[in-house]
């Protein structure tokens, strides 16, 4: 029987990672073709900001080598951009004046940065942090220049300033909140975070808003609305992602944020599905790695007509990924009316717990300085377990008096929450391949290979 002609548009993370689910699926079902608008093979976005801090390498970033596509005779095309989605007859049209037809499509086309609309935005010296050529462009930047301004004190704002402070520039970070993380943090974890990456040498510029870039042909200078101004040779906007949807409103697929679909990630035009930060599901468009993973596994059944459960979404957590600093969050993480919470504040050690409470159930939580517990909260959370007949301070303590509350969980307790991998899957591995080192784990079971958090 023939294949089927299976396009991919988009290589990165979510887009490929669906293809894997679909080879597990049904390994000579489809034809497969993918195109990446990027010059490189799939690698590790999330990881960007590591290879910024100098630890790790971009080469140590990529997911697939070109020997994975060779081996699932996949045909890649790098550095090409699919500009027309031809629905009724089934076929695409890309920059290079390629010409492909398909029997079934996917979009994972991503996000784009955005740009604050401010004038000077064009001027050289002002980039964005989001792809391997952005990251270069920093650490080129760094052995020339000294003055470094980061707009936007979110997750990806905080790692690109650390990145840069790793470098040897001097950094500021532009705000335009009141706090760090505003989106994950509450504000006692949010100024706990503030103080200790002040220690480490970063500095705060909060409820800013930026009123214009100057300088001649390159950046000098960043003035504000309040009258104020500081100097620059380096601007890194990292104040959010859009989907990216130009293609599909192109081509006359549904729309609103993000590419509309169903619980089984199929938009309203009949064979061409979506997945990953392109997309909006029941009303929300998704930033982190777990929930497009979700989605992949979700379409990979679909697309090959296998049985399974739809796409409900997801319960969202964030890590910060700066070396020496705890931070993690999970599902709530302020008290709404209908919610309560418990917090422990360790000040001689600078801890802080936070946990968020509806009726027996714990919804949220928020950790900074021990974030050993994270695993266990979250699972907690997504079994949404009934608590009530504990004692709610328990909660706090770790499984065991040395620490190591991994070492207590059971076999199919989830290690790694972005790719699904439980502890018993982890330690086959290991006795089944003679695995030695947290490397070699990553590799055999993905377990931490998207956003580099390790269990210990």
């Given at each position: 029987?023939e294949?089927?002609?299976?396009?991919?548009?988009?290589?990165?993370?979510?887009?490929?990672?669906?293809i894997?689910?679909i080879?597990r699926?049904?390994p000579?079902?489809?034809?497969?073709?993918?195109?990446?608008?990027?010059p490189?093979?799939?690698?590790?976005?999330?990881?960007?900001?590591?290879?910024?801090?100098?630890?790790?390498?971009?080469?140590?970033?990529?997911?697939?080598?070109q020997?994975?596509?060779?081996?699932?005779?996949?045909?890649?095309y790098?550095?090409?951009?699919?500009?027309?989605?031809d629905s009724?007859?089934?076929?695409l049209?890309?920059?290079?004046?390629?010409?492909?037809?398909?029997d079934r499509?996917?979009?994972?086309?991503?996000?784009?940065?955005?740009?604050?609309?401010?004038?000077?935005?064009?001027?050289?010296?002002?980039?964005?942090?989001?792809?391997?050529?952005?990251?270069?462009?920093?650490?080129n930047t760094?052995?020339?220049?000294?003055?470094?301004v980061v707009?936007?004190g979110?997750?990806?704002?905080?790692?690109?300033?650390?990145?840069?402070?790793?470098?040897?520039?001097?950094?500021?970070?532009?705000?335009?909140?009141?706090?760090?993380?505003?989106?994950q943090?509450?504000?006692?974890?949010?100024?706990?975070?503030?103080?200790?990456?002040?220690?480490?040498?970063?500095?705060?510029?909060?409820?800013?808003d930026?009123?214009?870039?100057?300088?001649?042909k390159?950046?000098?200078?960043?003035?504000?609305k309040?009258g104020?101004?500081?100097?620059?040779?380096?601007?890194?906007?990292?104040?959010?992602?859009?989907?990216?949807i130009q293609?599909?409103?192109?081509?006359?697929?549904?729309?609103?944020?993000?590419?509309l679909?169903?619980d089984?990630?199929?938009?309203?035009i009949?064979?061409?599905?979506?997945?990953?930060?392109c997309?909006e599901h029941?009303g929300?468009?998704?930033?982190?790695?777990?929930?497009?993973?979700?989605?992949?596994?979700?379409?990979?059944?679909?697309?090959c007509?296998?049985?399974g459960?739809?796409?409900?979404?997801?319960?969202?957590?964030?890590?910060?990924?700066?070396?020496?600093?705890?931070v993690?969050?999970?599902?709530?993480?302020?008290?709404?009316?209908r919610?309560k919470?418990?917090?422990?504040?360790?000040?001689?050690?600078g801890?802080?717990?936070?946990?968020?409470f509806?009726?027996?159930?714990?919804?949220?939580?928020?950790?900074?300085?021990?974030?050993?517990?994270?695993t266990?909260l979250?699972?907690?959370?997504?079994?949404?377990?009934?608590?009530?007949?504990m004692?709610k301070?328990?909660?706090?303590?770790?499984?065991?008096?040395?620490?190591?509350?991994?070492?207590?969980?059971?076999?199919?307790?989830?290690?790694?929450?972005?790719?699904?991998?439980?502890?018993?899957?982890?330690?086959?591995?290991v006795?089944?391949?003679?695995?030695?080192t947290?490397?070699?784990?990553?590799?055999?079971?993905k377990?931490?290979?998207a956003?580099?958090?390790?269990?210990?």
């Amino acid at each position: 029987m023939e294949k089927q002609k299976l396009v991919l548009i988009g290589n990165g993370m979510a887009g490929v990672r669906c293809i894997e689910e679909i080879l597990r699926e049904a390994p000579e079902l489809f034809e497969i073709t993918i195109f990446g608008s990027e010059p490189h093979l799939n690698y590790n976005r999330i990881q960007l900001s590591a290879v910024l801090q100098g630890s790790t390498t971009f080469d140590a970033i990529t997911i697939n080598d070109q020997n994975w596509y060779n081996e699932h005779n996949i045909e890649l095309y790098t550095g090409e951009t699919v500009i027309k989605i031809d629905s009724k007859n089934q076929v695409l049209l890309t920059d290079k004046s390629r010409v492909l037809p398909y029997d079934r499509l996917i979009i994972a086309t991503g996000s784009v940065p955005f740009m604050l609309p401010v004038p000077g935005a064009d001027k050289d010296g002002v980039i964005t942090f989001r792809t391997i050529e952005d990251c270069q462009k920093m650490i080129n930047t760094a052995k020339s220049y000294k003055k470094a301004v980061v707009i936007g004190g979110g997750v990806l704002g905080l790692e690109a300033a650390k990145g840069l402070l790793n470098l040897g520039m001097e950094v500021k970070v532009v705000h335009n909140g009141r706090n760090l993380m505003e989106r994950q943090l509450d504000e006692t974890a949010a100024k706990l975070l503030q103080t200790e990456l002040e220690k480490q040498g970063l500095r705060f510029l909060f409820e800013k808003d930026t009123k214009e870039i100057c300088g001649r042909k390159r950046v000098e200078r960043v003035t504000f609305k309040d009258g104020t101004e500081t100097a620059a040779d380096l601007v890194v906007m990292a104040v959010g992602v859009r989907p990216n949807i130009q293609l599909a409103k192109d081509s006359g697929i549904e729309i609103n944020r993000g590419i509309l679909v169903n619980d089984y990630l199929e938009t309203n035009i009949s064979n061409i599905f979506a997945v990953g930060e392109c997309v909006e599901h029941r009303g929300t468009v998704y930033g982190l790695v777990k929930p497009l993973y979700d989605q992949g596994k979700v379409l990979a059944k679909r697309i090959c007509s296998h049985e399974g459960k739809g796409y409900e979404g997801t319960v969202l957590s964030t890590q910060l990924k700066i070396s020496g600093v705890d931070v993690f969050s999970v599902g709530q993480f302020t008290c709404e009316e209908r919610l309560k919470s418990i917090e422990i504040y360790d000040e001689l050690d600078g801890v802080y717990k936070k946990l968020i409470f509806e009726d027996s159930k714990l919804v949220g939580a928020v950790l900074f300085g021990d974030t050993s517990d994270r695993t266990r909260l979250v699972e907690m959370i997504l079994k949404k377990k009934d608590v009530s007949d504990m004692e709610k301070v328990t909660l706090f303590q770790e499984l065991n008096g040395d620490g190591n509350s991994v070492a207590s969980m059971a076999h199919h307790e989830i290690i790694c929450n972005c790719n699904g991998v439980a502890k018993g899957a982890i330690i086959e591995a290991v006795q089944k391949n003679g695995l030695t080192t947290v490397d070699q784990v990553k590799k055999c079971t993905k377990a931490s290979g998207a956003c580099g958090a390790v269990n210990h």
